[in-house]
């Protein structure tokens, strides 16, 4: 695949508390992002980062970027039961390929109340 | 507020089966694209469009084949079905604006059996 892993697989924590999970990529890109999706349904934008930018935050969400070492991290703070969902990071191809889109394997995240 | 629209939500086929997977949005997105979704893999792109007329691969995109004649459709047609192709299938839309890119609408998916 294009892309990497996201780690950890999964990931259990106590409401109030905070989650960060990580993905990795292959290859030069010009943004990536980070999307939600609850069991069954189809995923939902959560945040953008450009490849020249290093943090980001939005609400609860912060995401880091580091071309360097190919990685970016989606810290969750104070988490909810309601964010119990899987996370996947999603990069484009890099260059003009910036409509080619390839995803994370994801994180599955169970807040318990 | 429709958004994108897959049917059917489920579907199951006998191997060598064809069928076509709908996929309608009305945000009037110029890009639309084909995702599989299988267990412990995350989503693979299969085939897209950045317009009426203008189709291309993704990273998996044998055994499907695609059209793009209006703006507001995309579906992707199986040709014949094979036990492979069970998965989940998710169709996403977006505005074109080029490499910034715009967040992907996506439609709650089709799930499919082959048998």
């Known amino acids: 695949s294009q892309q990497g892993e996201e780690d950890p697989q999964a990931l259990s924590i106590q409401e109030g508390e905070n989650a960060t999970m990580n993905c990795s990529y292959k290859?030069?890109?010009?943004?990536l992002q980070w999307y939600r999706q609850n069991s069954g349904r189809g995923l939902v934008h959560l945040i953008l980062?450009?490849?020249?930018?290093r943090e980001k935050h939005s609400g609860r969400l912060r995401v880091t970027l580091d071309t360097s070492k190919k990685s970016s991290s989606l810290l969750i703070t104070a988490s909810r039961a309601a964010d119990t969902a899987s996370y996947f990071c999603a990069t484009d191809a890099g260059g003009y390929n910036f409509n080619k889109f390839y995803f994370g394997s994801g994180t599955k995240l169970n807040v318990k109340p | 507020n429709a958004g994108v629209t897959q049917t059917p939500k489920f579907q199951v086929l006998k191997t060598g089966q064809s069928m076509t997977l709908q996929c309608a949005q009305d945000m009037n997105h110029e890009y639309m694209s084909w995702y599989r979704q299988d267990p412990g893999m995350g989503l693979r792109l299969i085939h897209y469009s950045v317009g009426a007329g203008i189709t291309d691969q993704g990273e998996v995109p044998n055994g499907y084949n695609v059209s793009r004649s209006t703006t507001e459709d995309f579906p992707l047609r199986l040709l014949s079905a094979a036990p492979s192709q069970t998965s989940v299938y998710f169709c996403?839309?977006?505005?074109?604006?080029?490499?910034?890119?715009?967040?992907?609408?996506f439609g709650n998916g089709t799930r499919l059996t082959v048998t």
């Open positions: 996403a839309s977006s505005q074109l604006t080029g490499r910034i890119n715009s967040p992907l609408h």
């Open positions: 980062i450009r490849s020249n930018e």
């Open positions: 290859t030069s890109i010009n943004n």
